[in-house]
């Protein structure tokens, strides 16, 4: 008695037989790339269909051997079936294989993840301190070797940072050949925007970078076409150092002149970690004659007081350190408060080292005038009301002890540990509720005042 035929149904992995499918493969290689991945996504449903009925994932083994089985009865081809399940079972196989590896691969993500939210999740959107990654583009050496210095916190303090970028910017216009067909006024521009992302990814812009390369882009789109490329560039040049030397140099040198008048003599000055403008204008104080003392104010983990310390002793000048902890015992003996500022906002705020506010707030607190030493080339049209919104964090590496003499300087170093998070915040805010004034370029600046700035530079920042 002949057998009834069997109805010719494949599973999602292929035929289940050994017969050959070479109708089905030439029909695949007819259907668009839409089709075949239709095709696809209903094999899929039907094998996950089948394993639910099953109760078992991924246990097609018996089923495609059966199926194999009936294959070979039905077709005088057994030797080719081993063959054929062999070819269905592997896809299946590799599938497995690769949502095995998937799992662990997710399985270590979450746990790299788990790692890096161990601290405290609201300060994540700080800026990190981190190494430079591989350049983008077409990046000068000398942008390179700024932004590996940025990162490593070799070039510090905001006029620091602005003077290194816009030298470097120097040299890289010097560099550049126009190519055919372009002007340097636009193509310049294009090139120059690599290099700056270059540099932001490093460290986060400052305010100051900012202004003077806004200043810089002004000046390109403003060169004339019909000159010459040399002479163009020199031209580029001579407007940085310009930049350099008039918001810079010179509003530095008026301000110590303007802010060393305030100093009397007897005076006791309190300033904290180390500005560069308070700086001169102690030393400058100094050279005029007048005797007054200075107690410096220092924290972690950047502990800048201590360079500070070093060069006003060297100068002849009575100087006091202490930590920040230690404020309380001293600022009663204070004349005045002198600070320097990373930025100054339009609302009168004072985006300073982390510690300033703190500082600021004790002397009101004691009725002790706090000025603030800041060029306008920091100013931001911007209002910033906490430093939570926006910060960098400091670099890690801090030394926690120096006790005992015995032990190695790594083992002395305070690092991220499996149970220890590590958050120093590189800026705070100080409210100009707490600033009695702002010494600047332009004069002597009450903290209500400061949106009248750009009215001073005739809108030039």
Avoid: W
Avoid at 137 to 142: K, S
Avoid at 188 to 203: C, D, E, F, N
């Amino acid at each position: 008695m002949v057998p009834a035929p069997l109805l010719d149904v494949h599973p999602p992995n292929g035929p289940p037989s050994g017969e050959p499918s070479t109708g089905q493969q030439k029909s695949q290689k007819a259907m668009t790339k839409a089709e075949r991945r239709e095709l696809q996504e209903k094999q899929r449903a039907a094998k996950a269909a089948k394993a639910a009925a099953n109760g078992v994932n991924g246990k097609q083994g018996p089923k495609t051997k059966e199926q194999g089985a009936q294959g070979g009865a039905a077709k005088p081809k057994p030797s080719r079936a081993p063959e054929s399940q062999a070819k269905s079972a592997t896809p299946a196989a590799s599938r497995a294989t690769e949502k095995t590896k998937a799992g662990q691969a997710t399985t270590a993500t979450d746990t790299m993840g788990k790692n890096q939210a161990r601290g405290l999740l609201i300060f994540s959107h700080f800026g990190l301190p981190k190494p430079v990654s591989a350049a983008k583009g077409d990046i000068h050496p000398t942008i390179a070797r700024l932004a590996l210095q940025f990162s490593t916190f070799k070039i510090t303090g905001a006029n620091a940072r602005c003077i290194a970028t816009l030298t470097a910017f120097k040299t890289v216009i010097q560099d550049y050949v126009t190519p055919p067909n372009h002007t340097l006024s636009r193509h310049l521009m294009t090139y120059l925007s690599p290099q700056i992302s270059h540099l932001v990814a490093a460290r986060p812009m400052s305010v100051t970078m900012g202004n003077a390369i806004r200043q810089l882009k002004l000046d390109i789109s403003g060169t004339d076409f019909d000159l010459p490329e040399q002479d163009a560039k020199d031209a580029l040049c001579r407007k940085i150092d310009t930049y350099i030397r008039e918001r810079i140099i010179i509003a530095d040198q008026v301000i110590q002149e303007t802010a060393s008048n305030k100093i009397k003599d007897g005076d006791v000055i309190l300033t904290y970690a180390r500005s560069s403008v308070v700086e001169k204008v102690l030393l400058e104080a100094h050279a005029s004659g007048r005797n007054f003392s200075v107690i410096v104010v220092d924290s972690r983990p950047m502990l800048e007081g201590k360079r500070l310390v070093a060069i006003l002793s060297e100068a002849g000048i009575q100087c006091t350190y202490l930590l920040l902890p230690a404020l309380g015992s001293v600022i009663s003996e204070v004349s005045t408060v002198f600070v320097g500022a990373h930025s100054i906002h339009t609302n009168g705020a004072v985006y300073s080292r982390a510690g300033t506010a703190l500082v600021a707030m004790m002397a009101k607190r004691h009725s002790v005038p706090v000025v603030v030493c800041c060029e306008t080339y920091k100013f931001s049209e911007t209002i910033q009301l906490d430093s939570f919104t926006k910060n960098e964090l400091a670099p890690l590496g801090d030394l926690f002890s120096s006790f005992p003499n015995n032990k190695p300087r790594e083992s002395l170093t305070l690092e991220n540990g499996p149970n220890l998070e590590i958050l120093n915040p590189l800026y705070d805010l100080t409210p100009p509720s707490c600033v009695t004034a702002v010494v600047t370029e332009v004069g002597v600046i009450p903290p209500n005042s400061i949106s009248s700035i750009p009215v001073a530079l005739g809108r030039l920042l």
